[in-house]
């Protein structure tokens, strides 16, 4: 069974500051995906990002950054300098190769406040 | 602008009411699915819809019938509800998964649905 641990319920910090929100993940499979979704108070979920798992480079984007490690089973997200409409839940998702996306497994979600 | 359009954005319902939600999308993917999220809960899934046909059904009640008329339409069809079916139900869409490759999920905005 998969499952997708985001210890950070809710996060808040003030604007520029630095953020990272962690993911760890279980599977068992060797072959999956990883995802990072931004919900914002408007509802829709956007992506952000997709990792498989044999992609263990590190990627950035602007101001955000992911962090992949397999040896710790984790794919953290990190935004820099934060502004106000990084406001929103984000969530970390895990989809192993022998479902379709839609059986992803969701992370609880961190809820980030960023104040001015 | 999201490319996924779901209608209504909200909805009131009594219990013996029948309502359905609409989704759209037209980016030709060929997978949709239907999630119910609850506040602050990541998104269950319920439903999933791979080249028109029903390919998941996450043992969801019966009172909530899906249809994907075509390839770019899918509904949810609702009779019967109780008041703990009040959430935020989201549509998503994809590319089914292919050649091990799995993609990520496009979401609507939700429709937000209140059962009284």
Same mark, same amino acid.
């Given at each position: ?65 992911? &962090?992949?490690? =397999? !040896? $710790?089973?984790?794919?953290?997200? #990190?935004? /820099? ?18 479902? &379709?996306?839609? =059986? !992803? $497994?969701?992370?609880?979600?961190? #809820?980030? /406040?960023?104040?001015? | ?116």
């Amino acid at each position: 069974a998969q499952k997708v641990t985001q210890a950070q319920t809710e996060i808040s910090v003030v604007e520029k500051e630095d953020v990272t929100l962690d993911c760890v993940y279980e599977t068992r499979d060797t072959t999956y995906y990883l995802f990072w979704y931004k919900q914002p108070p408007s509802g829709e979920l956007v992506f952000l990002i997709r990792r498989n798992s044999f992609d263990e480079q590190n990627e950035i984007s602007g101001r955000y950054s992911w &962090n992949f490690q =397999k !040896s $710790t089973s984790s794919f953290n997200f #990190t935004i /820099t300098a934060s502004q106000v409409v990084d406001s929103a839940v984000y969530f970390c998702a895990l989809s192993e190769v022998d479902t &379709n996306a839609g =059986k !992803s $497994t969701f992370g609880d979600g961190t #809820t980030l /406040t960023v104040k001015p | 602008d999201t490319e996924v359009t779901q209608t209504p954005k909200h909805l009131v319902m009594g219990m013996t009411n029948k309502k359905s939600l609409k989704c759209e999308q037209h980016m030709g993917h060929r997978a949709m699915y239907w999630y119910k999220q609850k506040a602050k809960k990541p998104p269950e899934l319920m439903f999933v819809y791979s080249y028109e046909k029903l390919s998941i059904n996450e043992s969801v009640p019966s009172r909530f019938s899906p249809e994907c008329p075509n390839s770019s339409l899918l509904n949810l069809h609702l009779h019967a509800l109780q008041p703990e079916d009040s959430a935020l139900y989201l549509c998503a869409s994809s590319q089914p998964r292919r050649g091990g490759v799995v993609g990520e999920l496009f979401f609507g905005e939700g429709s937000r649905l209140t059962v009284l």
